[in-house]
Antibody, heavy 122, light 111 residues
Framework: EVQLVESGGGLVKPGGSLRLSCAAS????????LNWVRQPPGKGLEWVSS????????YYADSVKGRFTISRDDADNSLHLQMNSLRVEDTAVYYC???????????????WGRGTLVTVSS | QSVLTQPPSLSGAPGQRVTISCTGS?????????VHWYHQLPGAAPKLLIY???DRPSGVSDRFSGSRSGTSASLAITGLQAEDESSYYC???????????FGGGTRLTVI
């Protein structure tokens, strides 16, 4: 069974940093693109970042570019999101989601992890 | 304001057919990028419902169907059941934003 489990969320002050992780199992991790998608409390979904297999390509939403860094470790099947200079508007549940084998524009996200809550507040 | 526009809410009676629209523009759906649909129960993670406009993942009921035409897409649910009460999101790609984009979501109530 494909499983994605996020961790690392918590409460952080504006301007602070946090590192999220996603542990994957049940599939050939290195062959797939991986993604972070977030959802502010009571609101809709927002794509955050994607990394291709072999980390050849990385992409970021404009709202996080220059502040967030996505990375993957194929040796231990893990995905990470380093979040710096956090803002109140970054408060959200952050989901890890698998993409396809190729980071094409028409990709979909499946499956998703259960998410980890990041709260940015003073 | 989401790039893809969905009605915020819809309701239907058990057994009815409902359609959820997803309206985009020439830089996303109209540019030919595929549309995908997810459903999300309160407190749970989103789950893929329809991919590549019309395809259903294994295990998804054939009561759910998707279509795409021009700058819009639709999700149809037939034989509405109480368990269909959920939030539904469409997703595509936008080549002006260079980003994967979601609709604002539609909350479906079975009355």
């Amino acid at each position: 069974e494909v499983q994605l489990v996020e961790s690392g969320g918590g409460l952080v002050k504006p301007g602070g940093s946090l590192r999220l992780s996603c542990a994957a199992s049940g599939f050939t991790f290195s062959a797939y693109t991986l993604n972070w998608v977030r959802q502010p409390p009571g609101k809709g979904l927002e794509w955050v970042s994607s990394v291709s297999s072999s980390s050849s390509y990385v992409y970021y939403a404009d709202s996080v570019k220059g502040r967030f860094t996505i990375s993957r470790d194929d040796a231990d099947n893990s995905l990470h999101l380093q979040m710096n200079s956090l803002r109140v508007e970054d408060t959200a549940v952050y989901y890890c989601a698998r993409g396809g084998r190729v980071i094409g524009a028409s990709k979909w996200f499946d499956p998703w992890g259960r998410g980890t809550l990041v709260t940015v507040s003073s | 304001q989401s790039v893809l526009t969905q009605p915020p809410s819809l309701s239907g009676a058990p057994g009815q057919r409902v359609t959820i629209s997803c309206t985009g523009s020439s830089s996303n759906i109209g540019a030919g990028y595929d549309v995908h649909w997810y459903h999300q129960l309160p407190g749970a993670a989103p789950k893929l419902l329809i991919y590549a406009n019309t395809d259903r993942p294994s295990g998804v009921s054939d009561r759910f169907s998707g279509s795409r035409s021009g700058t819009s897409a639709s999700l149809a649910i037939t034989g509405l059941q109480a368990e269909d009460e959920s939030s539904y999101y469409c997703q595509s790609y936008d080549n002006i934003l260079s980003a994967w984009v979601f609709g604002g979501g539609t909350r479906l109530t079975v009355i």
